[in-house]
């Protein structure tokens, strides 16, 4: 007597009367999205219209069957790519790339980054840290200043430089110094960027080498400070900085922040794969790196015009602080959800 078959593999949907059963409704959407796609929704009629929701509904309740009893790989795939399809026609509105533009300013970037705030006050606390820990290095023992600090960028800012040649780096006004600020400003805004698309690039590898990178930022940061501070010009070096500081260290910050989002997705998944939640965080890390682009581009202007040309520590402050407010409000302070934003669209 053969043994009976265990009842979990037998297959819970027959896949060709599935398909039987649906195929009209999934040609009908599929036609619609194509006279869609070749033209707009204008040509389609009120008849169309009504219809469209329902088939589009339809499909992603056929898709879901599909998935959850396995049917064969080449509906699923047929299915997800008619529901991606029906989805960017109902609620992907083509719009212009204007409007596009503003929508990123306006909503697409702050709310990402309000999205990174954990990975942000990490990043932040590295930063200090590394800052720190170089202050006081280069204090403990001057000679430390070189293994941290390269000859590009020191370019005479060391522990053997006099207090004059330090207080000529950061406000002279002779005939020399538009070339000399405006080559360091150069070499200054190549490295923070540099710093900035690592610290994104490489924070898949579980965030590791974008931890190494802030700590290493801070401790070049904290290295000059701790030369020009031993000389009795902290303060002048502190409103030297200040000026694009708060916008380009906020921007590094920001690039570090959306590195270690994704190395975290990647070291703990959770409940979904690893590479969809690689993906879902590559979303978010993705639109703040965009808007650390824009930031590095203000810190630029701020570092070649502004930083060379106001030469008032109080007016350097002033500025350095002002920005930092403006990021902070536009990043953080709360804003009155619209419509879109309200509701849940279901996606494929």
């Known amino acids: 007597m ?17 398909r039987a059963a649906h195929q009209d409704e999934w040609e009908a959407l599929d036609e619609l999205l194509r006279r869609m796609e070749k033209r707009s929704v204008r040509v389609l009629n009120d008849e169309a219209l009504l219809a469209l929701p329902l088939l589009y509904r339809s ?9 959850e009893t396995s049917l064969d790989k080449g509906l699923v795939a047929y299915l997800e790519q008619l529901c991606t399809r029906a989805y960017f026609q109902l609620y992907g509105v083509p719009t212009s790339a204007w409007r596009q533009l503003l929508h990123f300013f306006r909503t697409g970037w702050p709310t990402a980054v309000r999205g990174l705030w954990r990975e942000t006050l990490f990043c932040l606390f590295l930063t200090v840290v590394g800052a720190v820990a170089g202050y006081w290095l280069v204090i403990a023992d001057p000679s430390a200043y070189y293994s941290i600090i390269p000859d590009a960028m020191a370019q005479g800012r060391d522990p053997s430089a006099s207090v ?49 990178l802030l700590l290493y930022n801070g401790l070049t940061l904290g290295a000059m400070l701790a030369v020009f501070a031993q000389k009795g010009l902290g303060p002048d070096f502190a409103a030297w900085i200040a000026i694009h500081g708060s916008t380009e260290l906020f921007a590094i910050i920001l690039a570090g922040a959306a590195g270690i989002h994704i190395g975290m997705a990647v070291a703990f998944p959770g409940r979904e794969a690893r590479m969809e939640a690689a993906v879902v965080a590559g979303r978010r890390a993705a639109i703040a790196m965009a808007g650390v682009v824009c930031m590095l581009l203000v810190a630029g202007m701020l570092e070649g015009i502004g930083r060379q040309t106001v030469q008032g520590n109080a007016a350097r402050v002033g500025i350095g602080s002002t920005m930092l407010l403006f990021w902070l409000a536009y990043y953080y302070f709360p804003r009155r959800k619209g419509a879109g934003d309200a509701l849940a669209i279901p996606r494929p």
């Open 2 to 18: 053969s043994e009976a078959r265990p009842i979990d593999s037998a297959p819970l949907v027959n896949a060709s009367r599935f």
């Open 59 to 67: 499909a992603l309740s056929s898709l879901s069957v599909a998935r």
């Open 164 to 212: 004059e040649t330090l207080r000529k780096t950061i406000h002279d006004t002779g005939p020399s110094r538009d070339n000399a600020l405006a080559t360091f400003a150069v070499y200054l805004f190549t490295h923070n960027s540099q710093v900035a698309i690592f610290a994104f690039a490489l924070g898949f590898a579980f965030a590791v080498p974008s931890v190494l």
